[in-house]
């Protein structure tokens, strides 16, 4: 499978990598939260090339994760806002943010801090169960198949043929169900 096609795997990682897995996204993403709109805003905080800074933030519109609003008519200008979509990556930034403040500080301790603004409190980024609260820790989840995951291994044991590895099986779900397309518009 090539890069270009990552979105169409059986995958949440793969499809938000299609979105998000180019350099440069994340850090225009961090500077839409940090209140950065305009082109030029973004490309003085990157240091990007116009031309970069252009392809990434039309993929990002493309995507729904931004929208371009007009701030000026004559000549026309436009800004680019968070979504909904694009608000929902927060939760990403901070996570990867905590990540880089516990690993990658050179000890010199996190360039940034976080204020909870309801409580007053400085706040660090928990993933917690959505059901009873708890905190999640890796060794205490475990994924499940969903619908399609699940489809695809019935028909492979239908067929008698081996079941792929965890690895391969997203990829190869893909495959399968793209070829049964096909085959169902001829």
């Not at 927060?90 to 990867?96: A, N």
Request: charged content about 25%; hydrophobic content about 35%; some cysteine.
């Amino acid at each position: 499978m090539k890069w270009e096609e990552i979105d169409q795997q059986a995958c949440s990682v793969a499809r938000a990598l299609s979105v998000l897995g180019e350099r440069w996204t994340l850090l225009i993403i961090r500077d839409a939260f940090r209140g950065t709109r305009r082109f030029d805003e973004f490309q003085r905080s990157l240091g990007v090339t116009r031309h970069r800074l252009s392809e990434r933030l039309r993929k990002l519109v493309d995507q729904g994760v931004l929208t371009r609003v007009a701030y000026m008519e004559r000549p026309v200008r436009h800004e680019y806002r968070l979504t909904r979509k694009g608000l929902a990556l927060y939760p990403v930034l901070m996570t990867l943010s905590q990540w880089g403040d516990d690993w990658m500080d050179d000890g010199n301790g996190p360039p940034q801090s976080y204020r909870h603004s309801v409580c007053g409190q400085p706040t660090r980024a928990i993933l917690s169960c959505d059901y009873c609260g708890e905190p999640v820790r890796p060794e205490e989840v475990s994924p499940q198949m969903g619908a399609v995951l699940s489809a695809y291994v019935a028909h492979l044991k239908a067929q008698g043929e081996p079941l792929p590895s965890a690895g391969e099986l997203a990829r190869e779900a893909t495959h399968h169900w793209q070829q049964a397309g096909e085959r169902g518009h001829e």
